[in-house]
């Protein structure tokens, strides 16, 4: 199949490439940072950012958020939302 759009790297501001479902822990990374997390169903999201060294929790997420977040990790503790989605 062409893609007459993969002309090089897409940085920050280009379209998404990847997509990975996210099953949150406490110990274990993401494989690859993320740009943006979905979420799915409503709740609260702890995550772990690209370069930070503890956790932050979002509360009430509405379910249908695109959080714009470079996140390593999403924490089990303290998440509630559902269909976690890792863009790349």
Do not use: E, H, Q
Request: proline share 5%; no cysteine.
């Amino acid at each position: 199949m062409a893609d007459r759009y993969n002309i090089g790297s897409s940085g920050l501001t280009g379209p998404a490439t990847r997509s990975a479902a996210v099953t949150p822990s406490d110990s274990v990374d993401l494989p690859n940072v993320s740009r943006a997390l979905w979420v799915g169903g409503a709740g609260n999201v702890a995550v772990m950012l690209a370069d930070d060294t503890s956790a932050v929790t979002f509360v009430s997420v509405a379910a249908g958020t695109l959080l714009p977040l470079r996140v390593k990790r999403v924490m089990a503790t303290n998440t509630t939302a559902t269909s976690l989605v890792a863009i790349d």
